[in-house]
């Protein structure tokens, strides 16, 4: 009986007189860097039963947590109140980091309402919660990082410090660094929507060093900013507006070094989706052209030859040179970050309807002589395909037989797909209708017609994409919803004229409809951004053949058609819930048919 009643916690205990750690759960769970545990909590504040009993209370003895059972009895400041002390004084520099007029107060008093500023405002610290567990995202990196500017990194000199010289973080074990990888195994699981090609273990790994071995803060903040962007609508995405100023003020940094050119065009791939699968277009396309435009500049597209112009006079300034991969991995990453900015300008430049950045060309410096991506694992194995003149876009274009030394990854396919989706599109753009079609017009529209004929039946059928694992099931869903979009770009502007192209357009749109149906709620999740606007083509052609079926005659039931548009657009409004883009095509479809 004593021992039942020593277990069981006291009902005359306080209110206010637990320890924190029972009194606030959330704090502690950062520091276990337990992923599932940190959702739990983050969705709610856990009430702990606290006995009050000191030195350490029984909850935290039997969790193994003695030191953390700490008690706010007003005899002295406990380590919570010491954090958020600190955590002031590195909001406070960053604000004088930002504001060069701005003057700190000679008196710090905290002002629960001061993180309610703006959206509109620079500021790095909109909307961040007041909570003192979770500000510790604040800083994802060592203080002398944050209470620097952005030179202090490379130079691994801190700035001088208007604020004392304390140093919490060193009075116990670190937990940024466990947050840091937290923010990476949260991104993990989403990073085939941004087709970033790193090696994670490594980039969780690398928080571990010093800082002048670590990736450059440009590519983490913006890792760190997909976190709280893919955690929308909890409490990580209030950070979201903190990582990406963070990022944006530490791009210009990242550009005075070579060496962090990598990190640069990684970083300006996830800057550039973030803010087009937002809406923000004119943003997007400037970090797109960006990454783009360096990733040929550097020669990233010819890596596997180290090639060189082969003409340089004194007044040329010397080409961007990476220095020589130090294994497999790298190696692997580079060519994966080809793919990724590759991918990125073909497809987008269909939606922003704009010129594609890394040219067409077969020959010379701008041919892309680069392996088609692999797995990560293969790379980690030492299995390149290391083919030194391999023109493999324009080998899958022309048929040729090389293009069968590989190519069939998840990634390589969503490749090829990227790339007829924007050949169909550019193609048909440069079609002039009152003229008659050329005979070199009407080659090329048959031996793209012939490629995206040949490519979708070497996919995974549709029907067979729910017995697929999760990760290549979201793969194969944009793989084929691109296909079928490039067959629509390819003939929608000839359907008004010629039936065979209706037909076909018509047909393609159905097949969209049809993966749509294999695609289940916590899939939307992980869908790719540009599978919106591929939604956006199929509900123009079904709308048109909406507009011809109720204005035939005799009249003819539009049931079937109208089931399908109704199909895409709960699709579409599912996925616009995580991709706003998507939102501004859903109000234009509504307006459409609400003419109808």
Same mark, same amino acid.
């Given at each position: 009986?004593?021992?039942?009643?020593?277990?069981?916690?006291?009902?005359?205990?306080?209110?206010?007189?637990?320890?924190?750690?029972?009194?606030?759960?959330?704090?502690?769970?950062?520091?276990?860097?337990?992923?599932?545990?940190?959702?739990?909590?983050?969705?709610?504040?856990?009430?702990?039963?606290?006995?009050?009993?000191?030195?350490?209370?029984?909850?935290?003895?039997?969790?193994?947590?003695?030191?953390?059972?700490?008690?706010?009895?007003?005899?002295?400041?406990?380590?919570?109140?010491?954090?958020?002390?600190?955590?002031?004084?590195?909001?406070?520099?960053?604000?004088?980091?930002?504001?060069?007029?701005?003057?700190?107060?000679?008196?710090?008093?905290?002002?629960?309402?001061?993180?309610?500023?703006?959206?509109?405002?620079?500021?790095?610290?909109?909307?961040?919660?007041?909570?003192?567990?979770?500000?510790?995202?604040?800083?994802?990196?060592?203080?002398?990082?944050?209470?620097?500017?952005?030179?202090?990194?490379?130079?691994?000199?801190?700035?001088?410090?208007?604020?004392?010289?304390?140093?919490?973080?060193?009075?116990?074990?670190?937990?940024?660094?466990?947050?840091?990888?937290?923010?990476?195994?949260?991104?993990?699981?989403?990073?085939?929507?941004?087709?970033?090609?790193?090696?994670?273990?490594?980039?969780?790994?690398?928080?571990?060093?010093?800082?002048?071995?670590?990736?450059?803060?440009?590519?983490?903040?913006?890792?760190?900013?997909?976190?709280?962007?893919?955690?929308?609508? =909890?409490?990580?995405?209030?950070?979201?507006?903190?990582?990406?100023?963070?990022?944006?003020?530490?791009?210009?940094?990242?550009?005075?070094?070579?060496?962090?050119?990598?990190?640069?065009?990684?970083?300006?791939?996830?800057?550039?989706?973030?803010?087009?699968?937002?809406?923000?277009?004119?943003?997007?396309?400037?970090?797109?052209?960006?990454?783009?435009?360096?990733?040929?500049?550097?020669?990233?597209?010819?890596?596997?030859?180290?090639?060189?112009?082969?003409?340089?006079?004194?007044?040329?300034?010397?080409?961007?040179?990476?220095?020589?991969?130090?294994?497999?991995?790298?190696?692997?990453?580079?060519?994966?970050?080809?793919?990724?900015?590759?991918?990125?300008?073909?497809?987008?430049?269909?939606?922003?309807?704009?010129?594609?950045?890394?040219?067409? =060309?077969?020959?010379?410096?701008?041919?892309?002589?680069?392996?088609?991506?692999?797995?990560?694992?293969?790379?980690?194995?030492?299995?390149?395909?290391?083919?030194?003149?391999?023109?493999?876009?324009?080998?899958?274009?022309?048929?040729?037989?090389?293009?069968?030394?590989?190519?069939?990854?998840?990634?390589?396919?969503?490749?090829?797909?990227?790339?007829?989706?924007?050949?169909?599109?550019?193609?048909?753009?440069?079609?002039?209708?009152?003229?008659?079609?050329?005979?070199?017009?009407?080659?090329?529209?048959?031996?793209?017609?012939?490629?995206?004929?040949?490519?979708?039946?070497?996919?995974?059928?549709?029907?067979?994409?729910?017995?697929?694992?999760?990760?290549?099931?979201?793969?194969?869903?944009?793989?084929?919803?691109?296909?079928?979009?490039?067959?629509?770009?390819?003939?929608?502007?000839?359907?008004?004229?010629?039936?065979?192209?209706?037909?076909?357009?018509?047909?393609?749109?159905?097949?969209?409809?049809?993966?749509?149906?294999?695609?289940?709620?916590?899939?939307?999740?992980?869908?790719?951004?540009?599978?919106?606007?591929?939604?956006?083509?199929?509900?123009?052609?079904?709308?048109?053949?909406?507009?011809?079926?109720?204005?035939?005659?005799?009249?003819?039931?539009?049931?079937?058609?109208?089931?399908?548009?109704?199909?895409?657009?709960?699709?579409?409004?599912?996925?616009?819930?995580?991709?706003?883009?998507?939102?501004?095509?859903?109000?234009?479809?509504?307006?459409?048919?609400? =003419?109808?």
């Amino acid at each position: 009986m004593a021992s039942n009643q020593s277990t069981t916690p006291p009902p005359t205990l306080q209110r206010g007189k637990a320890c924190l750690r029972c009194r606030y759960f959330l704090y502690f769970i950062i520091h276990q860097n337990s992923l599932t545990m940190l959702k739990r909590a983050l969705s709610r504040k856990r009430k702990m039963r606290c006995d009050g009993s000191k030195p350490a209370c029984q909850q935290c003895v039997r969790a193994k947590q003695h030191d953390a059972c700490q008690y706010d009895d007003g005899k002295g400041k406990t380590r919570t109140q010491l954090l958020r002390e600190h955590i002031e004084r590195l909001e406070q520099r960053i604000r004088e980091l930002e504001d060069p007029e701005y003057t700190s107060p000679s008196v710090t008093l905290h002002d629960p309402h001061r993180h309610g500023r703006s959206e509109s405002s620079s500021s790095s610290l909109t909307g961040s919660p007041a909570s003192t567990g979770f500000s510790l995202s604040v800083s994802s990196f060592s203080p002398s990082a944050n209470n620097s500017p952005q030179s202090s990194w490379i130079q691994g000199i801190p700035s001088p410090s208007p604020t004392p010289s304390t140093d919490i973080y060193h009075e116990e074990p670190q937990p940024t660094i466990e947050l840091a990888q937290t923010l990476v195994d949260v991104f993990f699981s989403h990073c085939r929507q941004s087709l970033l090609g790193l090696h994670m273990g490594r980039l969780r790994e690398s928080f571990t060093r010093p800082v002048m071995e670590q990736h450059h803060p440009v590519l983490t903040n913006a890792i760190f900013l997909w976190a709280c962007y893919i955690s929308r609508p =909890g409490p990580l995405s209030t950070h979201e507006s903190h990582y990406l100023s963070r990022t944006l003020d530490s791009l210009s940094d990242a550009l005075q070094y070579q060496s962090r050119l990598l990190d640069v065009i990684q970083a300006s791939c996830l800057l550039s989706v973030y803010f087009l699968s937002n809406g923000r277009a004119l943003e997007g396309s400037y970090h797109a052209n960006a990454a783009a435009s360096l990733a040929i500049q550097c020669g990233l597209h010819g890596a596997m030859t180290n090639r060189s112009s082969s003409f340089e006079t004194t007044a040329s300034i010397s080409p961007f040179k990476l220095d020589p991969p130090k294994d497999a991995i790298e190696q692997g990453e580079r060519i994966l970050t080809f793919w990724q900015v590759f991918v990125l300008d073909r497809c987008w430049s269909v939606v922003l309807h704009k010129p594609v950045t890394i040219p067409h =060309g077969s020959d010379g410096y701008a041919s892309i002589i680069m392996p088609w991506p692999q797995d990560m694992d293969e790379y980690v194995a030492g299995q390149i395909d290391d083919l030194h003149s391999f023109h493999t876009v324009r080998s899958f274009f022309e048929h040729q037989a090389t293009n069968v030394r590989g190519g069939f990854s998840p990634l390589a396919l969503r490749v090829k797909a990227s790339a007829l989706f924007e050949r169909a599109h550019h193609l048909a753009s440069t079609w002039d209708q009152p003229l008659a079609m050329s005979s070199a017009f009407t080659d090329d529209f048959q031996t793209l017609e012939h490629t995206i004929a040949r490519f979708i039946p070497t996919l995974i059928p549709v029907h067979q994409l729910d017995a697929t694992v999760p990760d290549e099931k979201h793969a194969y869903i944009a793989i084929h919803t691109l296909a079928h979009a490039a067959m629509i770009n390819l003939y929608y502007p000839f359907g008004a004229e010629d039936p065979v192209s209706y037909d076909k357009c018509l047909r393609a749109a159905r097949c969209l409809v049809s993966i749509i149906k294999h695609i289940s709620d916590t899939d939307y999740e992980f869908l790719d951004p540009i599978i919106g606007p591929c939604w956006t083509c199929a509900v123009d052609t079904l709308i048109r053949e909406l507009n011809i079926i109720e204005s035939s005659w005799p009249l003819v039931s539009s049931s079937d058609v109208r089931s399908d548009i109704g199909t895409m657009l709960y699709a579409m409004n599912n996925l616009s819930a995580r991709f706003p883009l998507l939102g501004y095509s859903v109000a234009k479809v509504q307006k459409r048919l609400s =003419g109808l």
